[in-house]
Each structure stands twice: as C-alpha cells, then as structure tokens.
Nanobody, 126 residues
Framework: VQLQASGGGLVQAGSLLRLSCEAS????????AGWYRQAPGKEREFVAA????????DYADSVRGRFTIFRDNAKKTVYLQLSDLKPEDTAVYYC????????????????????WGQGTLVTVSS
C-alpha cells in the first residue's frame, strides 16, 4: 500500500482544513486507516483512525469534537476534516494504513505492520 497525503497549508486559528490521503493497491479498502501528526521537537502522535467499513472510529482526546475522519473506499481515499484549528495543531500530518484495527492506533504497532504516507504540513497562526 502506498499513500499520498495532501491538503496541508497555512491557516489562521479557528479555520477549517481538509486533508486527503489517496492510496494505491487493492488491499486499501480492507485496511484500517488513520492520521498521525508530529510537531517540531515532539514525537509522532496518534490523531484519528477508522476501520475498513467506517463503523469504528477513534480520536485523540486533543482533537475529539474538532476533527472528523472519514473514508471513501471507491476512491481509495481517507480524509481528515480539521475544524476550529489551534496553533498547537501545527504539525506534519501523516496518513497511515494497517491491516487491522489493533495495528493502526499506536506508533509501536504501526512500526510492525503499518504503512505511512509522506506527510503534509499544517501551520496554524494565532
């Protein structure tokens, strides 16, 4: 599975942004997908995940209620809608895919079975 993320940019606090991650490969529609982020000087952290069918979703507490993850398996694309952005949301956002739910929700599990996209930078100005 190869992943191509897009949609990052420079926005003001309170703005809305949508990130997209397009996948190649036949297996994507059966994979869990998600988003992580890494701020300067910090470790990569989990943001959101969605299972293959879209009926199981999880968010980090820091983004719950502001970010929305969804997917379109026909387009092999997973999205992350970011709203009410804050300066602390500034980071490189990475999309991720993994063959199971258990493999998508931690960096450690992703290191064993996961796939990463190249990242897209989101900068939120105050």
């Amino acid at each position: 599975v190869q992943l191509q993320a897009s949609g990052g940019g420079l926005v003001q606090a309170g703005s809305l942004l949508r990130l997209s991650c397009e996948a190649s490969g036949q297996m994507f529609s059966s994979y869990a997908a998600g988003w992580y982020r890494q701020a300067p000087g910090k470790e990569r952290e989990f943001v959101a995940a969605i299972n293959w069918s879209g009926n199981n979703i999880d968010y980090a507490d820091s983004v719950r209620g502001r970010f929305t993850i969804f997917r379109d398996n026909a387009k092999k694309t997973v999205y992350l809608q970011l709203s009410d952005l804050k300066p602390e949301d500034t980071a490189v956002y990475y999309c991720a895919a993994a063959p199971s739910w258990g493999a998508i929700t931690t960096v450690q599990a992703m290191a064993v079975n996961g796939y990463w996209g190249q990242g897209t930078l989101v900068t939120v100005s105050s």
